[in-house]
């Protein structure tokens, strides 16, 4: 029997969810859930996006800081762990311009990557990388 696995989401903590919620609306996401502990200690909203991919947020009364090492991408890669998502666009050049008109912090230049794609990296309102990329690259499974 084949089992089929797909991602269903990608989990960050985040120090404003209000903030964060309005940052990833500009990619396509769209607040879907919510639910808070009743001392406040901890929100969780799930954001989903038109493809199904959901972005829970987990934001904590009294959060701990990202460590500076994974805000960069030359101090964060080497370290073993989760690194990073990426979000595909057709045009990675549309994408930057569209981004750049939002403020949004752009960490590095439009590079094609070692293994194909074009892309670039920004940083969200708490200092996460995310990337933005372009793959035309078509496999077989």
Not at 4 to 32: C, L, M, P, R, T
Not at 136 to 141: G, Q, V
Request: a negative charge; charged letters at 30%.
């Amino acid at each position: 029997m084949d089992i089929s696995f797909q991602i269903h989401h990608i989990a960050i903590s985040v120090k404003d969810a209000q903030k964060s919620e309005n940052f990833y609306s500009f990619f396509g996401f769209k607040k879907v859930h919510s639910w808070e502990a009743e001392d406040k200690s901890l929100q969780i909203i799930h954001l989903k996006n038109k493809e199904g991919i959901i972005l829970e947020l987990f934001c904590y009364a009294s959060p701990e800081d990202l460590p500076t090492s994974a805000t960069s991408t030359k101090t964060d890669l080497p370290i073993i762990g989760v690194k990073h998502f990426g979000l595909r666009v057709e045009s990675i050049e549309k994408a930057r311009e569209a981004i750049q008109k939002q403020g949004v912090s752009i960490v590095t230049d439009i590079t094609k990557g070692r293994t194909g794609p074009l892309y670039f990296f920004i940083k969200d309102p708490d200092g996460i990388l995310v990337e933005i990329m372009q793959d035309d690259r078509k496999f077989e499974l």
